[in-house]
């Protein structure tokens, strides 16, 4: 199996469910299997307890509209005490995640997934994939009163980390622009490939979060990486989508977009 990495985002949309005797991931002396990036423990709390006077400074009202909502802001009030769960299958009720169906993969491909993925999160810097976390509201892009960016926040934190998990590896990058912000890429992988995908008017689908899940469901079961492993999708999954070399850009192994056409 050739070696490769995942660049992946968070979900908005997450599941309320939670293990109560989970070990406490932001306690200072926590160093478990279930917090692969302990190291930002710290940071972490300081983001939190950020959010948390912005709360009482400037108003739920104002922060609920920074978090992105009154169902954000109740969980990030409540974030050091609700119970945990793995950040794939707290993921799980998003579109991405639902679709890349982590329990239908083959035991091998989970294992890929759960020790290749890394995650940019707004509230956790960066994750792995079966880390544990609480439900929580805090968008990379928010700027948090009298504290900033939170993409600002955590560039210089995350980079290193980042760039140490991918180097030497093929890099399937699915990240949207935003979360890009946050890490300063220093192209310490082998090769990297964003996917995009369009429709026979040449425009972006309506599904293409669900899309991007389902290639990710296959990509992960493969024996090889780059165009093969893309072109071999070619299922009811794929739904009419196949591998355009001729809109792909394939100059560059270390910044390709493979396209995807509805043909």
Do not use: C
């Not at 302990?38 to 009202?61: F, N, Q, S």
């Not at 994939?129 to 955590?154: E, K, Q, R, T």
């Not at 296959?218 to 070619?234: R, T, Y």
Request: hydrophobic fraction near 40%; charged fraction near 25%; glycine fraction near 8%.
């Amino acid at each position: 199996m050739a070696k490769f990495s995942l660049l992946l985002p968070p979900s908005t949309l997450q599941t309320r469910d939670g293990l109560r005797f989970a070990p406490d991931v932001f306690d200072y002396r926590e160093s478990t299997t279930f917090n692969f990036f302990h190291l930002l423990i710290g940071e972490r709390r300081t983001l939190i307890d950020a959010v948390h006077r912005a709360i009482e400074v400037d108003g739920e009202e104002v922060m609920a509209e920074v978090l992105g909502g009154n169902e954000a802001l109740q969980a990030m009030k409540n974030v050091y005490l609700a119970e945990l769960i793995a950040a794939r299958r707290r993921y799980a009720a998003g579109e991405f995640y639902g679709a890349v169906d982590f329990q239908a993969l083959p035991t091998g491909a989970q294992r890929r997934f759960l020790e290749n993925g890394v995650i940019i999160s707004g509230l956790f810097g960066v994750l792995r994939p079966d880390d544990l976390i609480p439900p929580y509201g805090l968008p990379i892009d928010a700027h948090v009163p009298g504290f900033g960016s939170v993409a600002d926040y955590w560039r210089p934190l995350i980079t290193p980390l980042i760039n140490d998990a991918i180097k030497g590896k093929f890099v399937w990058d699915v990240l949207p622009d935003t979360h890009h912000r946050a890490w300063e890429d220093h192209q310490t992988y082998h090769s990297k490939a964003r996917i995009r995908f369009v429709d026979r008017a040449g425009q972006e689908p309506e599904d293409v979060i669900r899309l991007q899940g389902k290639l990710l469901h296959h990509l992960v079961q493969q024996n090889s990486i780059g165009i093969p492993a893309v072109v071999s999708w070619g299922d009811k999954d794929a739904q009419g989508f196949r591998f355009d070399e001729e809109r792909s850009i394939l100059e560059d192994q270390q910044d390709m977009t493979y396209m995807l056409s509805r043909q």
